[in-house]
C-alpha cells in the first residue's frame, strides 16, 4: 500500500476465515465429497444429490473450486481434488471428516465463547466438564461421533507413530485414554509381532472391540477397561498417552506419567503424542489454538511445549528424552525406563 501505509489484507484474511472453514464444514456435513467420489457432476446433478437449494449452491461448490478443494472442468463438471478424494470420502478409510463433523456439531459453536472463557478462565461447556466424557458417552450417538471423531485425529498421527518408531525393539503397547483404538491399530498393522491394546473408561469396550474387528485384529488387541485415577495402568514395554496430557491440569499431567513409569517394563518407553507448542511460542500457531480449545473444553487442561512435557517426563523417572515431529502439526516426545 502506498503512503507507507501497512497492507491490512492479513487482517482481513484471518478475520473472514471462519467463513471459508465454515464452507468446508458444511461441505463435509452435506457429504458433497463422498457424492463425487463416485462420478463428475455438473451443477444441477449435484445440487440434486446432496440436497440444497440452487441460490447459494453455485456460490457455495465455486467457493469450494477457489479453495482449491473441488476442481471445475471447463464443460462445469465438478470433481473432487486430490486431498478431497483421498481425505473426504467417507466410505475410505483414510476418511478424516468425522473429526470436522465434531468441530461442525460442537466446536464451531463452542469458539463463539472464546471471549467469555478468556474473561472467565471458565470452560465453555456446560456445568461439569470434567464429567464432559461419562456425559458423551451416556448418549451412543454422541460417543460414537466423538470417538470416530478421536480416530480421524490421530490417524495420520498414529500411522506416523507406527512407521517411525523402532517397534522392532518391543514386543507390547498399551494405548493409554485409546478411545476406539485407532493408535494399536496402526501399529499392529504395521508390525505383525506387537501385541497389546487400549486402556479407557469402560463404556468404550463394544467400540473398541469392533474397531479391532473390523481391522482383523482381535485376538492381538484387547481392551483395557478402568479408569485412570483409581487403577494401576496395564503394564507393557511401550506406554503411549496421545491428546491425553492436555486435558488435565499440571498435577494431573504428573500423576498420569508416574502411572506411565510403573506401568512400563524396564527397558520400554513411554510415548507422548500433542499438537506441542513450539518453544518459541510463535513460529507455528497450531499447539496454542489447541491449548484455547482446552480452555473451551476443560477446568485445567492446556497444551504445552516439547521441553515441558521433558520436564514432566524426567521427574517421572524417564531418561533419554527425544523429540521428534509426526505431522505437520504433531509431535510425539519419547523417553526410556
Ligand atoms: C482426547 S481423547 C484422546 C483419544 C485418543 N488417544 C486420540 O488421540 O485420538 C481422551 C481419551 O481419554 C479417555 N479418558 C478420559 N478420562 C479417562 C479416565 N479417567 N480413565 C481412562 N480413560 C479416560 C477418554 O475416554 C478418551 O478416549
Known amino acids: ?48 444429490r446432496v440436497g440444497i437449494q440452487e441460490r447459494g449452491a453455485r456460490d457455495f461448490f465455486d467457493t469450494l473450486v477457489g479453495l482449491e478443494i473441488l476442481r471445475r472442468s471447463d464443460d462445469g463438471l465438478y470433481t473432487n481434488g486430490s ?60 460417543m460414537l461421533t466423538f470417538v470416530k471423531s478421536m480416530t480421524a485425529g490421530s490417524l495420520l498421527a498414529a500411522k506416523a507413530i507406527a512407521a517411525q518408531f523402532p517397534w522392532q525393539d518391543y514386543q507390547t503397547v498399551i494405548d493409554v485414554g485409546t478411545a476406539e483404538g485407532c493408535l494399536p491399530v496402526e501399529v499392529a498393522l504395521a508390525h505383525p509381532h506387537i501385541r497389546g491394546g487400549g486402556f479407557d473408561l469402560p463404556q468404550l469396550r463394544d467400540a473398541f472391540n469392533t474397531y479391532i474387528e473390523e481391522h482383523g485384529l482381535t485376538g492381538r488387541l484387547q481392551f483395557y477397561p478402568g479408569n485412570f485415577f483409581e487403577t494401576a495402568l496395564p503394564a ?21 506419567l508416574s502411572k506411565g513409569y510403573d506401568a512400563v517394563r524396564d527397558g520400554g518407553a513411554v510415548i507422548v503424542y500433542e499438537t506441542l507448542i513450539p518453544e518459541d511460542r510463535r513460529s507455528s500457531t497450531a499447539g496454542m489454538l489447541a491449548s484455547l480449545n482446552m480452555l473451551l473444553w476443560t477446568v485445567g487442561g492446556s497444551d504445552f511445549t516439547g521441553a515441558q512435557c521433558a520436564e514432566w517426563m524426567q521427574e517421572a523417572g524417564f531418561r533419554e528424552i527425544r523429540i521428534e515431529p509426526l505431522t505437520t502439526e504433531e509431535s510425539m516426545v519419547i523417553a526410556k525406563k
Not at 245 to 256: A, I, M, V
Request: proline letters at 5%; glycine letters at 6%; one cysteine or more.
Open 1 to 48: 500500500m502506498s503512503g507507507g501505509m501497512p497492507s491490512p489484507t492479513r487482517i482481513f484474511q484471518i478475520g473472514c476465515a471462519f467463513r471459508a472453514s465454515k464452507v468446508l464444514l458444511s461441505a463435509i456435513e452435506l457429504d458433497v465429497f463422498t457424492v463425487l467420489s463416485e462420478q463428475p457432476l455438473d451443477i444441477a446433478a449435484l445440487i440434486r
Open 83 to 142: 486431498e478431497a478424494e483421498f481425505y473426504l470420502d467417507r466410505r475410505k478409510p483414510t476418511y478424516v471428516g468425522s473429526l470436522f463433523e465434531q468441530y461442525n456439531a460442537i466446536g464451531y459453536s463452542l469458539w463463539n465463547s472464546l471471549t467469555q472463557a478468556l474473561r472467565t478462565g471458565a470452560p465453555q461447556v456446560g456445568e461439569a466438564p470434567e464429567d464432559h466424557f461419562a456425559d458423551t458417552y451416556g448418549d451412543p450417538v454422541r
Open 236 to 256: 507393557a514395554d511401550v506406554i503411549v498417552f496421545g491428546r491425553i496430557l492436555h486435558n488435565w491440569d499440571l498435577e494431573t499431567r504428573r500423576t498420569l
